[in-house]
RNA sequence: GGCCCCGUCGUCUAGCCUGGUCUAGGACAGCGGGUUUUCAAUCCGUUAACUGGGGUUCAAAUCCCCACGGGGUCACCA
């Protein structure tokens, strides 16, 4: 967990370790046993032969959740609750509350899932004579079933969205606009823009499906953005030998960072750094028939891009050579072959950028090939 | 099952508090199209919702009641 807030960009000011305070918990324990407002109660069932219980007053509670309006209870059917399992072994519900209190709370903002817990730990600031603080439960993250949010659902851990590429940037994005929504159309936000216009207020009553097509979608728009530099960084891991250029082209093509060791182990980005291998006929289009009419083209191609350069081979020069010929011939009787020439594939980027990509000595190695086939 | 929370397009939501401007807005996804050599990207367009029933009112997505539906929680876990 610690982790997970780290990565996502998320600070805390101060910590508590919970195993670390059993003095500080013992002390509260003490005085409520002193007063009588708890007692130790023998057990016959259960794992120890006794434990500590509250003295319950049996009365409603009601408290005002900043979220849901007023929220009442009747704690008659909690009875004389477990708060710990000895001095020095509170349970849960007991220990926030004296974190709570020792630490200065004012807000506690968790899951709707707590509402019911929440008569029982005021029970106890109660029994304390300790200060309430102000509620306010937020609505779960709920998986496609609209039940909540679990391990059966998708992946475990936020670490597991940082393993399959999202960008934290996305994720904290995403998560945040599960039940909550700025009023305005605007969509982007980043942490510091969240800061200053988040507000409790505003917040949804009902659960968020975690729906993983919009976290995508976020996903790229911050991919898209994004610092080539650090872009670069990111992608290294996911592709053995790369580029700028390779970068910039992929970039377009994934919604997360890990989309593209799939694209690469489905050899669909195998060209960039091998001759393809495809049958001659792939490289007819459409309605051509004549395998001799495409090894012609393909020779004046040659002839085009032996004219270029190779201190200048940018996607622009050449566009401006081979044109004339496409519009001539018809721009797919050219740059179809041209296009499976260097990449082997039915659907690929513009043959211009791969161009480019490989260099003209390259090109001519696979244009040479395209022609010998044929 | 008891108690508690919730209920607007498939999904995230705006609107609800302070009824009329809502023939319900936006985004994602879907679908269709433009651009284009294919794909991606991009641009344009489009399908689609107030859970149901009563009531209050000149007027209800908005207020009230009931029903139904969904969820949460019922530990000597946290």
Do not use: C
Not at 107 to 115: A, P, S
Not at 153 to 179: Q, R, T, W
Not at 243 to 249: G, R, V
């Amino acid at each position: 967990m610690i982790n997970s807030l780290k990565w996502l960009g998320i600070n805390w000011d101060e910590f508590y370790r919970q195993s670390e305070r059993t003095e500080i918990y013992k002390k509260y324990l003490e005085k409520l046993l002193k007063e009588g407002m708890a007692y130790i109660s023998e057990e016959l069932e259960g794992n120890s032969k006794s434990v500590i219980r509250l003295r319950n007053k049996n009365k409603k509670i009601s408290f005002d959740d900043l979220i849901r309006g007023k929220i009442e209870f009747d704690t008659t059917e909690l009875s004389d609750f477990v708060i710990a399992k000895n001095k020095e072994t509170p349970l849960y519900h007991f220990a926030v509350v004296v974190d709570d209190s020792e630490v200065g709370v004012t807000h506690v903002i968790r899951g709707e899932d707590h509402i019911s817990n929440t008569p029982r730990q005021i029970l106890i600031q109660e029994a304390l004579g300790l200060p309430r603080p102000i509620y306010a439960h937020i609505p779960l993250i709920l998986g496609s079933d609209r039940s909540k949010l679990s391990k059966r659902h998708g992946e475990s851990s936020v670490m597991k969205y940082k393993d399959l590429g999202y960008l934290p940037e996305a994720l904290v994005n995403f998560i945040a606009f599960l039940g909550w929504n700025p009023g305005t159309e605007k969509e982007i936000y980043s942490m510091e823009e969240l800061i200053k216009d988040f507000s409790l207020k505003k917040i949804q009553k009902s659960g968020a499906i975690f729906n993983i097509a919009r976290l995508d979608w976020l996903n790229k728009e911050y991919i898209k953005k994004a610092d080539p530099d650090e872009l670069k960084e990111w992608i290294e891991p996911y592709i053995p030998k790369s580029n700028s250029k390779i970068i910039n082209l992929l970039k377009e093509r994934i919604n997360k960072l890990s989309d593209i060791k799939n694209l690469y182990e489905a050899s669909e980005l195998n060209y960039f750094f091998k001759q393809p291998e495809y049958e001659k006929e792939k490289l007819l289009w459409r309605e051509e028939k004549d395998l001799i009419n495409t090894k012609n083209i393909l020779e004046k191609i040659i002839e085009i891009i032996k004219s270029v350069d190779a201190k200048n081979f940018t996607q622009e020069n050449i566009k401006t050579v081979i044109w004339p010929y496409t519009e001539e011939k018809g721009r797919g009787n050219v740059l179809w072959p041209l296009r499976m020439a260097l990449t082997g594939l039915d659907k690929s980027p513009d043959p211009f950028r791969v161009l480019e990509i490989l260099g003209k000595i390259e090109v001519l190695k696979r244009l040479e090939y395209a022609k010998m086939k044929i």
